[in-house]
């Protein structure tokens, strides 16, 4: 699902900061609450446009699910800007 993809995109990025840029544990648990709040909880309508115009534009999108899944990272990408804009 779309906030699984999330999940998995925040996991990522919170095991690479320590080890890439010796981020300390208290900023790495600080970061991960960030993203879980500025992210994860708004309404998504960006992120989730993404998904449904991708597979408009590309039917095949619901028979694939990689294809599927990169349109959710795409659409989480977009989300995560907007979260730096805001």
């Known amino acids: ?13 919170l095991k690479e900061l320590p080890q890439h ?5 208290r ?3 600080w970061i ?3 993203l879980n709040y500025n992210v994860k ?5 960006r992120g989730l446009m993404v998904v449904d115009a991708g597979v408009l534009l590309m039917p095949q999108a619901l028979q ?10 795409l659409g989480w990408a977009i ?8």
């Open 1 to 13: 699902s779309f906030m699984k993809i999330c999940d998995m995109l925040i996991e990522d990025v």
């Open 21 to 25: 840029y010796e981020l300390p544990p």
């Open 27 to 29: 900023e790495t648990e």
């Open 32 to 34: 991960q609450k960030m």
């Open 41 to 45: 909880g708004g309404k998504m309508n």
């Open 64 to 73: 694939d699910n990689t294809l599927l899944c990169r349109l959710a990272v």
């Open 79 to 86: 989300e995560w800007l907007q979260a730096w804009l805001l």
